[in-house]
T-cell receptor, first 115, second 117 residues
Framework: AQTVTQSQPEMSVQEAETVTLSCTYD???????LFWYKQPPSRQMILVIR??????QNATENRFSVNFQKAAKSFSLKISDSQLGDAAMYFC????????????FGEGTQLTVNP | GAVVSQHPSRVICKSGTSVKIECRSL??????MFWYRQFPKQSLMLMAT?????????EQGVEKDKFLINHASLTLSTLTVTSAHPEDSSFYIC?????????????FGNGTRLTVT
């Protein structure tokens, strides 16, 4: 079974600065999908960014980018120019193409943005 | 974008009663829906996978007789917590996958906060 580990329970960043959230995973599969979800205080799960394992190029969505290291099984999220609205719980998630779209989530990282 | 509506957003019930939570895909057909449980400041734990027209698949340790799941149509799945107890108090979230590409993202409902008194 796949596991996802987020080793940073809490992180903080100053507004306009850059922060990197860590995520590692364990799998024996070569093809899979990785996601970062954001859960603000409203508890709504919001997709931030996704990466397909067969793509070597790191995904980017505006201020959000990932550093995908397949050999190291690492999938970190970088948030540039942090904004107050970025404050939330961030979850890294793994999805196997063979498991019917089930998501396996990491423990989460609570991000605080200081003004 | 795809919208998943979950109702109710909050519910308080007495111990021993049952409560039903609905998860609807509003603008797409969802062949598969997932039910998660989330305790405060913890991650989402998958409870079961709901497939339209067939029995749900429950994760290990989840009591299927306590958490009844019905997915009778391509736009609606329901989770019924039967004979609820205070330890069932939690945040329940559904998500749905459309009939698109395999790498299409899941769409999440807004969640239901269940409090059993």
């Amino acid at each position: 079974a796949q596991t996802v580990t987020q080793s940073q329970p809490e992180m903080s960043v100053q507004e306009a600065e850059t922060v990197t959230l860590s995520c590692t995973y364990d799998t024996s599969e070569s093809d899979y999908y990785l996601f970062w979800y954001k859960q603000p205080p409203s508890r709504q799960m919001i997709l931030v960014i996704r990466q397909e394992a067969y793509k070597q190029q790191n995904a980017t969505e505006n201020r959000f980018s990932v550093n995908f290291q397949k050999a190291a099984k690492s999938f970190s999220l970088k948030i540039s120019d942090s904004q107050l609205g970025d404050a939330a719980m961030y979850f890294c998630a793994y999805r196997s193409p063979y498991s019917g779209s089930r998501l396996t989530f990491g423990e989460g990282t609570q991000l605080t943005v200081n003004p | 974008g795809a919208v998943v509506s979950q109702h109710p957003s909050r519910v308080i019930c007495k111990s021993g009663t049952s409560v039903k939570i609905e998860c609807r895909s509003l603008d797409f057909q969802a062949t598969t829906m997932f039910w998660y449980r989330q305790f405060p400041k913890q991650s989402l734990m998958l409870m079961a996978t709901s497939n339209e027209g067939s029995k749900a698949t429950y994760e290990q340790g989840v009591e299927k007789d306590k958490f009844l799941i019905n997915h009778a149509s391509l736009t609606l799945s329901t989770l019924t917590v039967t004979s609820a107890h205070p330890e069932d108090s939690s945040f329940y979230i559904c998500s749905a996958k459309g009939t698109g590409r395999d790498n299409s993202p899941l769409h999440f409902g807004n969640g239901t906060r269940l409090t059993v008194t």
